[in-house]
């Protein structure tokens, strides 16, 4: 394919990061095995960070951005997939350091490639996206170590994120009763019509008790920093936190007494990386048992045009929901 394409590409000139439009071709793209013919992508805040000076998202320029994409095969070098297969991919290197999704077209790696599960549309893949993925992939974990809808309730942090919005309604959908964390004061109304029980202010950093009240037999945290101590401190015995993100910081302190009293866990959710038999695993969940029946609620579709004025709102935390890239709009 010799004919140009549109492609939103970030560079850097001088020191400063420009981002624009650009007219590409098939062989401007990363290597790989596999062209996709790219339908939908979604906007993730690493996303956004990818087009600003001074972030450590993109390693090399020019980079097109984009960690997610869900599309239909154009051609492929290997027999794992056939041109119009409709394939999934997220995390790895996309986006980072490979020609992401904000492009008509990207070429990326077979085993880097998710088959579209039966019974889950491509634009509801973009949906749930890495964010989705994610959750789906805690959920899974948190159940290995003894999550169950027999026991206590479950807390999400940064409840109105893209993971903590996803954590809330898939642990809704399979049953359970999720108490929801937030700082914004105007969410409650959203977060109980996806399936929150309770919703709690932003929880603080630590006091100096040792240990809490028991409270939560779980807990999904992309929050982190140091109030995950205090989260530990009112785990219930042999429970455990799903630790997936830093936006509240990269440490915190802790005593051992939740570890060797209650036996609480703590356990590092890496999505990028996941070995592909379990990422093929959750997706399907993600199309069955973990398909919440309001998914389509979080959705906000916009036209590969409108990407440059989204990105900003994203990145000033102006946005709800999962904004979404319909290549065809």
Known sequence: MSESFKAFVVDKQDGKVTNQFKDITIDDLSEGEVLIKVKYSGINYKDALATVDNSKVVSAYPMVPGIDLAGVVAHSDTHAFEPGDEV?????????????????????????????????????????????????????????????????????????????????MMLDAIGFDVVASTGKANAEDKLKSLGAKEVIPRIKESDDKLLGKRTWQAAIDPVGGESLSQILKQIDYNGSVAVIGMTGGHTFDSSVFPFILRGTSIIGIDSVYTEMKQRKHIWRRLAKDLKPKQLHDIKQIIPFSDLQENLSNVLEHNNSGRIIIDFEA
């Not at 973009?126 to 899974?140: F, N, S, V």
């Not at 893209?162 to 809330?168: H, R």
């Open 88 to 168: 999934i991919v997220t995390g790895y290197d996309l986006g980072v350091s490979h020609f992401g999704g904000f492009s008509e077209y990207a070429r990326v790696k077979e085993e880097w490639i998710v088959p579209l599960p039966k019974d889950l549309t491509l634009e509801e893949s973009m949906i749930y996206g890495t964010a989705g993925y994610t959750a789906g992939l805690a959920i899974e974990k948190l159940e290995h170590n003894g999550l169950s809808v027999e026991k206590d309730d479950v807390l999400v942090r940064g409840a109105t994120g893209g993971v903590g919005t996803l954590s809330v």
